[in-house]
Nanobody
Framework: QLQASGGGLVQAGGSLRLSCAAS????????MGWFRQAPGKEREFVAA????????LYTDAVKGRFTISRDDAKNTVYLQMNSLKSEDTAVYYC????????????????????WGQGTQVTVSS
């Protein structure tokens, strides 16, 4: 089970850090991802990270502003979001795939095995 937290209301230009904690199982050797769904839009890929954290991938819209990281000892993955914009407003979901990182698959939400419940991020302009 994945539990996402850390969302909230923030002004444009501000920062938030989302967390996704796994309970009941280890994330090893899984790939972790963050997705988001804005009102009236489909859920989209945000970022992914390999087991051990050596490989990461970001959607172009967040490159240079968001950082995905993980602490496998704590069974937790993070999404540090800086320089937030109003267009970042969405429900953010974490996801886990119990397989090694695959560059061609990490952006596909259908590839993931487990999903968190989502946490709302609202950026006011």
């Amino acid at each position: 089970q994945l539990q996402a937290s850390g969302g909230g209301l923030v002004q444009a230009g501000g920062s938030l850090r989302l967390s996704c904690a796994a309970s009941g199982r280890t994330l090893s050797p899984g790939t972790m991802g963050w997705f988001r769904q804005a009102p009236g839009k489909e859920r989209e890929f945000v970022a992914a990270i390999s087991w051990g954290g050596e490989l990461t991938l970001y959607t172009d819209a967040v490159k240079g502003r968001f950082t995905i990281s993980r602490d496998d000892a704590k069974n937790t993955v993070y999404l540090q979001m800086n320089s937030l914009k109003s267009e970042d407003t969405a429900v953010y979901y974490c996801a886990a795939k119990m397989a090694l990182y695959s560059r061609s698959k990490v952006t596909d939400q259908g590839w993931y095995d487990y999903w968190g419940q989502g946490t709302q991020v609202t950026v006011s302009s």
